[in-house]
């Protein structure tokens, strides 16, 4: 057996309060394709950052080339030859195709003025897209390119470094069949090249054509790996649905035919497409998908940050146009977002102030707010919320992620919402907080709202959720009803 170009020996890393890397330990080999796969959360991408130098291991031992390595930074990883192409593309939207395929790898500039061979590099990115079949402009500014276009030129920049170990991250997410096999060739040119490759993807079929090894990865370890061959669709899918030490959710139901929600073939660019439900009063939907599966931009959508290209939503049977966010808020939307100090908390303002952010009108009287009510109703929220330790005065910047996702739920609830748009609210937090913040879901629904919830734990889909809708590269490809789905169904619906 050949020598390992890159071995993880041991490696641990803490991510967040509640998650982290334990003990991974792996060889990977010249010339061979390793699928890393793992339901969302599982740390496929956190492993990635490790390997190519965005995080550094609280513990352990990397060896590139059979010396070990401290990466201190992605730049120092690709100099040493390890390059990482991750999910959220980045290329530079001001310059061509050209200049973004070339600006890691090969000068064009000559002493003493600098000067940039703009012929000799569009000739040589139009012999390269020759020889990968490949239909782009190398001179088109690459602000005018829809989002696969974009990916396939994440690709070919990984293709034309001479780098020894690349990694793809999710990248055939949004890709076509035929965008696909470009993937794949340049993928058997680096194999054949000696290269060492990851390939990161929830899309199963299609990881098994090209790859040599797997690594199942769930709650930050490594769960099963081995040839790739010894593995077939239905055990990959069994593993990584099988749950382990699964909570109980204290789900309410309700037998509620009205509707109070339709959402009509809305698009948007490359990221929606033709994407259509209906919610009904009382009820969670659970929306669940890939990578780029467009719920960032049908979040957006429904709470007026965008305006749809094409498509109609109807409130109470009526249509809706949704121009703003303070439009949807009046119309009966209120928003949990995922990044919560970035979108939600108001870092210096304490947690009377947090709580009551949205609610202002119902603590003012003649243009003047009565701080003695906002803070009598913000103990009253924090007491059956049981935020902790809630004094009025507390910064919650300072406070744990269930306490500020509780912080959050109780100045939505203060708003007294009919729609309640919650994303990820559970992610990173304990399980006693996310039992707390499910109750409060339950009391939403006793108060007469309805909630449309994206989360990626199965889980959690599954256990509090009426409907599922699988939303799959902007569009919803399954309908699931909550009391029937099973985890094994969801992974097939999000990896075929």
């Given at each position: 057996?050949?020598?390992?170009i890159?071995?993880?020996i ?7 309060k ?5 003990n991974?330990n ?5 010339g061979?394709?390793c699928?890393?796969?793992g ?7 956190s492993l ?12 352990g ?7 070990t ?22 290329l530079?939207d001001?310059?061509?195709v050209?200049?973004n395929?070339?600006i890691?790898s ?58 020894k170990?690349t ?11 035929v965008?696909?096999d ?12 000696k290269n060492?490759?990851?390939?990161i ?22 769960i ?21 030490n ?9 037998n ?5 929600l339709s ?45 749809p290209?094409s498509?109609?939503i109807?409130?109470?049977g ?7 966010p ?14 919560k ?7 210096h ?33 924090t ?48 399980v006693?907080s996310?039992?707390?913040i499910?109750?409060i ?25 009426d ?6 590269n ?14 094994e169904?969801i992974?097939?619906?999000l990896?075929?």
């Open positions: 057996m050949s020598t390992p890159l071995s993880l041991n490696i641990n890393k803490r991510i967040s509640s998650f982290k890397l334990s991974i792996i060889d990977f080999y010249p061979e394709v699928a890393v796969i339901e969302n959360g599982s740390g496929k991408s990635m950052k490790v390997i190519s130098g965005l995080l550094s291991p609280d513990s031992e990397v060896k590139f080339n059979n010396k390595v401290k990466f201190k930074s992605i730049y120092e990883g690709k100099r040493q030859g390890v390059y990482y192409v991750p999910q959220e593309i980045s530079f001001n310059l061509t050209a200049e395929i070339f890691d090969i000068s064009f500039t000559y002493a003493p003025y600098h000067y940039v061979d703009y012929n000799n590099m569009f000739y040589l990115t139009k012999k390269l897209f020759e020889e990968l079949n490949v239909d782009l402009n190398p001179q088109e500014y690459v602000k005018n390119m829809g989002l696969s276009q974009k990916q396939i030129l994440s690709f070919i920049k990984a293709y034309v470094t001479n780098a170990f990694i793809f991250d999710e990248p055939s997410s949004t890709l076509t069949d965008e696909n470009i993937l794949f060739k340049i993928i058997n040119i680096l194999k054949s090249r060492s490759i990851i390939l993807s929830h899309r199963i079929n299609r990881i098994k054509k090209i790859s040599d090894k797997i690594v199942i990865l769930k709650n930050g370890s490594i099963k790996k081995g040839n790739i061959k010894d593995f077939n669709s239905e055990k990959i899918i069994q593993i990584i649905a099988e749950s382990t699964i909570n109980k959710y204290p789900k309410l139901h309700f509620n035919n009205n509707e109070v959402v009509n073939n809305i698009s948007y660019k490359d990221s929606l497409k033709n994407v259509s439900f209906t919610l009904r009063k009382q009820e969670i939907i659970g929306i669940i998908g890939n990578a780029n599966s467009g719920k960032n931009k049908l979040i957006e959508s429904l709470f007026g940050i965008i305006k290209d498509g109609k109807a409130l109470d009526k249509d809706i146009s949704l121009n703003h303070s439009e949807a808020m009046s119309k009966g939307f209120t928003l949990v977002p995922e990044n100090m970035q979108h939600s908390i108001f870092e303002l304490n947690l009377t102030s947090n709580l009551t952010m949205s609610s202002l009108k119902r603590f003012s009287k003649n243009l003047i707010l009565d701080n003695y009510i906002m803070t009598t109703v913000a103990k009253n929220y007491f059956k919320l049981r935020i902790s330790p809630g004094n009025p005065e507390d910064n919650i910047v300072n406070y744990s992620g269930g306490n500020q996702q509780k912080v959050l739920f109780a100045k939505s609830i203060m708003h007294l919402a009919k729609i309640y748009i919650l994303d990820e609210p559970t992610r990173g937090i304990d006693a996310k039992n707390d499910y109750n879901l339950n009391n939403l629904l006793i108060n007469g709202s309805s909630i449309i919830l994206f989360s990626s734990d199965l889980d959690e889909i599954l256990g509090m959720c409907r599922i809708l699988v939303l799959l902007g569009e919803v490809t399954a309908e699931l009803n909550g009391n029937d789905a099973t985890k169904e992974v097939y619906c990896t075929v």
